[in-house]
């Protein structure tokens, strides 16, 4: 019985700091998740209603050139980099 009291203090003592960071690192992921899902939406909606404003023949024109297509690709690779650059600064706080 008395032997689970310094085995509490030694959990707590070395289990505590690494709680804390996992913790940070996943609160750090959500919040970034949510900023980068809120940005790249508002950046979509931005596209297309400036994509739907073109006259029709201009975007007939766009369409058989693929503006369809490049702006999702676009929109992919933006997406990537920003979340890879987010994934790295959160395990950078899971490292320290």
């Known amino acids: 019985m008395n ?9 707590e ?8 960071r996992v913790l940070t690192s996943l609160g750090i992921g959500v919040i970034s ?3 980068l899902t809120v940005s790249v939406g508002a950046a ?3 596209m297309q209603t400036q994509y739907f404003g073109l006259p029709s023949s201009v975007a007939n024109l766009a369409n058989l ?6 702006l999702g690709i676009v929109t992919a690779a933006i997406t990537f980099r920003v979340a890879f650059q987010v ?3 959160t395990l950078g706080v899971l490292n320290k």
């Open 65 to 70: 050139a693929g503006l369809g297509q490049c």
């Open 33 to 35: 998740y949510a900023g």
């Open 87 to 89: 994934q790295r600064k």
């Open 13 to 20: 003592a070395a289990a505590g700091p690494l709680a804390v």
């Open 3 to 11: 032997i689970l009291i310094p085995l509490g203090a030694f959990l």
């Open 44 to 46: 979509l909606t931005y």
